[in-house]
C-alpha cells in the first residue's frame, strides 16, 4: 500500500533521480523532448518542496513516484483549444509525476489519490507523444478535454477528472 506525503528538503536528490530516470524512459519510448534538457530543473524541485506541493508515494521504504500537488486555477489552463473544459468549478492540478519504475500501476495510484484529496476535481497535462501516460490517464478515469499551452509555448494534452 502506498503512503504518500509531502517532499522533505532531504528528499530532493531522490525525487531529481526519479525524474532522470523518467527523462530517460520516455525517450526510450518515443517521446524524447518531453522533458528535455533536464526538466523539471533542480531549482523547480526545490521551490515545489519548500511550497509543499511535491510529494512522494512510498512502499515498503521505497519511493515509488514523485509528484506536483496544488490547487489551481492554473494560468496554463486559462485557454484550451480544440475542446473545452467540462466546467469552470474550482479543481486541482497534477504536474510532474513521474514513477520510479518499480512496479506498474504507481502512477494511477497516485492520481486516485490526488483525486480523492480534490473531491475527484483534477487536471492534468501531458505531451501528445506520451502514450503510456495517456493510458494511465484513462484509466485513472480521466477524459480529454482539448489543448492547453505550457508557459514555453509547448502543446499540451489537456485531461480532467470524469468525477
Keep these: 500500500m502506498l503512503t504518500i506525503t509531502p517532499a522533505a528538503p532531504a528528499d530532493r536528490d531522490t525525487a531529481l533521480a526519479i525524474y532522470a530516470g523518467a527523462r530517460a524512459f520516455m525517450a526510450g519510448h518515443g517521446n524524447p523532448t518531453q522533458w528535455a534538457g533536464g526538466y523539471p530543473p533542480p531549482e523547480q524541485v526545490d521551490t515545489d518542496i519548500q511550497e509543499g506541493r511535491l510529494y512522494l508515494a512510498r512502499e515498503d521504504g521505497a519511493v515509488q513516484a514523485v509528484f506536483y500537488f496544488a490547487p489551481g486555477p492554473d494560468p496554463t489552463y486559462a485557454h484550451i483549444e480544440e475542446g473545452r473544459w467540462p466546467d469552470e468549478e474550482p479543481y486541482w492540478v497534477v504536474h510532474r509525476i513521474a514513477s520510479a519504475g518499480l512496479r506498474r500501476g504507481v502512477a494511477g495510484e497516485c492520481l486516485a489519490w490526488c483525486c480523492e484529496k480534490a473531491g475527484g476535481r483534477v487536471r492534468i497535462d501531458t505531451h501528445k507523444d506520451n502514450l503510456p501516460m495517456q493510458r494511465t490517464l484513462a484509466r485513472a478515469g480521466f477524459v480529454y478535454c482539448g489543448v492547453i499551452y505550457t508557459r514555453d509555448g509547448s ?9
Design 155 to 163: 502543446p499540451r494534452l489537456a485531461y480532467q477528472h470524469a468525477e
